[in-house]
């Protein structure tokens, strides 16, 4: 197994791993459904309790309405993490494909150049140039072929040798 799928195994296990435990908290939280009340008695003192009092209280915080708002938020905040993550590996995946093509073509030109200035250099030469036909004989070039070839493999030079 690679390093690279290794680390992303574990961002995966990670992420599931804390959508479990988010899910446990919430279901925890889900089951203690008291409500917060808050009143003043006749000498204006300010109370808080989970038990109903007898005088006319205001409710401070409703859990079972109270809880639906932010799970629901983390929950949203998770899968924006994820998407940001998503795209971001997606991004330097097409970097990274990017950048070996790039070098691919840079190795392609360089093995073409070396080949047209070999050639170039051949045909330079004062010795004499052949060509081996179908039936593996020898022809030799005449001067006229010969500077045809020479501008050819010129040419070749300044396409790939830039």
């Not at 093995?111 to 020898?138: F, H, I, M, W």
Request: contains cysteine.
């Amino acid at each position: 197994m690679t390093e690279v799928s290794r680390l992303g195994d574990q961002q995966a296990f990670r992420i599931r791993a804390g959508r479990l435990l988010f899910l446990g908290a919430l279901a925890f939280a889900a089951h203690a459904q008291a409500e917060l009340y808050k009143w003043t008695d006749p000498q204006g003192k300010v109370h808080y309790s989970d038990q109903r009092p007898t005088v006319k209280a205001q409710v401070i915080k409703n859990s079972a309405a109270g809880q639906a708002d932010p799970p629901s938020q983390a929950t949203q905040s998770l899968e924006t993490k994820h998407q940001a993550f998503q795209k971001r590996r997606k991004e330097a995946d097409e970097a990274r494909a990017k950048t070996e093509k790039e070098a691919e073509q840079a190795r392609v030109q360089r093995e073409n150049c070396d080949k047209a200035r070999n050639n170039l250099s051949a045909l330079q030469n004062s010795a004499p140039v052949y060509t081996t036909d179908a039936a593996g004989q020898r022809t030799y070039m005449d001067e006229a072929a010969r500077a045809r070839e020479r501008a050819n493999s010129q040419q070749a030079v300044s396409d790939f040798c830039k």
